[in-house]
């Protein structure tokens, strides 16, 4: 059974730091792009960051660029999501998502067939 753990969420004040990372079982994606999604109470899930199989192509939420930044290590078989700079508009469940791709990314949930069960992250003013 494919599973993804997704760790790191948690309650931060306006303008601090988070890390989420993702774990994965019963089967490795170090050679398939990976991403992270976030959804707020009310709103569609959206595209937040993904990474390529070698983790050298990245590709974020044009809002989220410059505080956010994903990471990959092949070796743990894990995915990071640093997150600096976070804003009460950031507060929402975050997905870890996998793929079947092998060429670049997509930042396309329909790409993604590989869903965590969320972490909660909210940010207070």
């Not at 959206?46 to 044009?62: K, L, N, P």
């Not at 469940?93 to 396309?108: E, F, K, P, R």
């Amino acid at each position: 059974q494919v599973r993804l753990i997704e760790s790191g969420g948690g309650l931060v004040q306006a303008g601090g730091s988070l890390r989420l990372s993702c774990a994965t079982s019963g089967r490795t994606f170090t050679n398939n792009a990976m991403a992270w999604f976030r959804q707020a109470p009310g709103k569609e899930r959206e595209f937040v960051a993904t990474i390529s199989r070698s983790g050298t192509s990245t590709y974020y939420a044009e809002s989220l660029r410059g505080r956010f930044a994903i990471s990959r290590d092949a070796t743990k078989n894990t995915v990071s999501l640093q997150m600096n700079s976070l804003k009460p508009e950031d507060t929402a469940v975050y997905y870890c998502a996998a793929s079947d791709i092998t060429t670049g990314w997509s930042s396309l949930k329909e790409e993604y067939h590989y869903w965590g069960q969320g972490t909660q992250v909210t940010v207070s003013s």
